[in-house]
Antibody, heavy 120, light 107 residues
Framework: QVQLQQSGLGLVKPSQTLSLTCAIS??????????WNWIRQSPSRGLEWLGR?????????DYAVSVKSRITINPDTSKNQFSLQLNSVTPDDTAVYYC??????????WGQGTLVTVSS | DIQMTQSPSTLSASVGDRVTITCRAS??????LAWYQQKPGKAPNLLIY???TLESGVPSRFSGSGSGTEFTLTISSLQPDDFATYYC?????????FGGGTKVEIK
């Protein structure tokens, strides 16, 4: 059974960096069939896909255009986890952030969610 | 980006009712559509993928249909555990996009 356990700070000041980590059990971040995603949810934006990292003989990343200049998703094979960094945050980035395992475009496993509030 | 539009946004129904939710895509997505159920304070949970394939463990009262741009999620006999918000998601192209959600409330 795959489990995704999220960790990270829930309060970030404007202009600073949001950092979250998703620890994977029951699968590998280096899987050749899965991709590892970050999705956020807010009342104003609904469910919004942010990006993914995946391994197919080498590492790839895809990011949403809306955050492409500010986002980094990195795998950590030594700890079997992946991370999200979102720079220069504003109150508009306030949301519940989820990590997910994706297979063929479908998120079949989700982390528990982390409410991140951007406020001074 | 492909826009996903769900209707209605809210639906009031009673236990035992047949419920239908519609999802429309702004361009054809074949059958690359998934449905998720979300309860308050929880992450979404996958119900259906490829428009009509039930995820393992999902009750058979849930069904999905459609192709191209129009899709439906049907609950044949609404149960107390089904009061929740439902989302569609297309996965024919990136960025992945979701519908705005349909909240199924108790009548």
């Amino acid at each position: 059974q795959v489990q995704l356990q999220q960790s990270g700070l829930g309060l970030v000041k404007p202009s600073q960096t949001l950092s979250l980590t998703c620890a994977i059990s029951g699968d590998s971040v280096s899987s050749n069939s899965a991709a590892w995603n970050w999705i956020r949810q807010s009342p104003s934006r609904g469910l919004e896909w942010l990006g993914r990292t995946y391994y197919r003989s080498k590492w790839y990343n895809d990011y949403a255009v809306s955050v492409k200049s500010r986002i980094t998703i990195n795998p950590d094979t030594s700890k079997n986890q992946f991370s999200l960094q979102l720079n220069s945050v504003t109150p508009d980035d306030t949301a519940v952030y989820y990590c997910t395992r994706q297979q063929l475009g479908i998120s079949d496993y989700w982390g528990q969610g982390t409410l991140v509030t951007v406020s001074s | 980006d492909i826009q996903m539009t769900q209707s209605p946004s809210t639906l009031s129904a009673s236990v035992g009712d047949r419920v239908t939710i519609t999802c429309r895509a702004s361009q054809t997505i074949s059958t690359w559509l998934a449905w998720y159920q979300q309860k308050p304070g929880k992450a979404p949970n996958l119900l259906i993928y490829k428009a009509s394939t039930l995820e393992s463990g999902v009750p058979s009262r849930f069904s999905g249909s459609g192709s191209g741009t129009e899709f439906t999620l049907t609950i044949s006999s609404l149960q107390p555990d089904d009061f929740a918000t439902y989302y569609c998601q297309q996965y024919t192209s990136y960025p992945l996009t979701f519908g705005g959600g349909t909240k199924v409330e108790i009548k």
